[in-house]
């Protein structure tokens, strides 16, 4: 009997070593298969990663030779604004030197008007770049003289009247012929060519504009002008010497010219009259 059961117990030990075995060959198998998947699927991740990457980097690629291409049109349109810009300053400045020609006026006298009126504008708190922008603008001031005939614009002597009638239209001339521009140096210039006879007191052309009322760009000009033409021949008179100008000057404070304006001239005079040597006539 003792036999049998040993019998029995060992095919019973073995059915469930079977079972084991069989159990251990399917989990191994599962595991295997689990394996191969994996594998597939690391494979299909690692395929799609690299043709990702391939086309992140012919989309790099092409974004940088796009971005390349922005930059250099924006270069060329920065170069283009700049040429024309330059050459928007040389036509203002040659048309200044036109309209002074006309009168027997030098080309240097647009260029001490422009420094003098550069200097003012700083000094009275103006931005570096509004005071360059009035620099340019300023050599357009007198542009209405190319429209008065060379009878009155040189005539020796005194005005009378009528002449003085026709001369004083420079102002609205200069006006006219820039008020239609949009650019802002040309708009400047054309308010410049307007204003730059008004007086602070009101009592000057072609407006009758009062103090503040006048654009700053106007009281400068008018200062950085009268400055000038003063110190300087012209067929109507004798350049003036130094000490009756600055009389005057103190004499017109808060009358022809804003009182401002005038203390920043004094304040800084060696400014201007080194200007004034560094651009003496010829």
């Known amino acids: 009997m003792s036999d049998n059961l040993s019998i029995a117990d060992r095919r019973s030990k073995n059915r469930r070593e079977e079972e084991n075995t069989i159990h251990d060959n399917k989990l191994i198998s599962e595991i295997e298969a689990l394996k191969i998947e994996f594998e597939k699927t690391t494979d299909k991740l690692i395929k799609d990663v690299r043709r990702q990457d391939k086309i992140m980097a012919r989309s790099d690629k092409r974004q940088q030779k796009e971005y390349d291409e922005l930059q250099r049109k924006f270069a060329?349109?920065?170069?283009?604004?700049?040429?024309i810009e330059?050459?928007?300053?040389?036509?203002?400045f040659t048309m200044g030197a036109i309209g002074e020609s006309r009168s027997k006026e030098t080309g240097n006298h647009v260029k001490r008007v422009a420094q003098y009126s550069k200097?003012?504008?700083?000094?009275?708190?103006?931005?570096?770049?509004?005071?360059?922008?009035?620099?340019?603008?300023?050599?357009?001031?007198?542009?209405?003289?190319?429209?008065?005939p060379d009878a009155i614009l040189n005539k020796p002597g005194r005005f009378n009247q009528e002449e003085?009638?026709?001369m004083d239209t420079h102002a609205q001339l200069g006006y006219d012929m820039l008020k239609a521009s949009n650019?802002?140096?040309l708009k400047l210039a054309a308010t410049v060519a307007y204003e730059h006879h008004e007086k602070y007191n009101g009592k000057g052309y072609p407006q009758g504009l009062k103090g503040e009322e006048i654009h700053i760009g106007g009281r400068i000009t008018a200062l950085a002008d009268v400055f000038d033409a003063l110190g300087s021949d012209r067929v109507y008179k004798k350049a003036w010497d130094d000490e009756r100008i600055f009389n005057l000057?103190?004499?017109e404070r808060g009358e022809h010219f804003d009182p401002n304006l005038i203390?920043?001239?004094?304040?800084?005079?060696?400014?201007?009259l080194s200007i004034r040597d560094s651009l003496k006539d010829l």
Do not use: N, W
């Not at 060329?76 to 040429?83: P, S």
């Not at 620099?135 to 001031?141: D, E, V």
């Open 164 to 166: 003085r009638l026709i």
């Open 76 to 83: 060329e349109v920065e170069a283009l604004q700049k040429e």
């Open 183 to 185: 650019r802002p140096l």
């Open 263 to 272: 203390d920043i001239f004094f304040e800084h005079l060696d400014e201007f």
């Open 86 to 92: 330059e050459t928007q300053r040389e036509v203002v």
């Open 249 to 251: 000057f103190k004499e």
């Open 119 to 148: 200097v003012l504008a700083l000094y009275y708190g103006m931005s570096e770049k509004e005071a360059e922008m009035l620099k340019q603008a300023s050599p357009m001031h007198d542009i209405g003289k190319v429209a008065i």
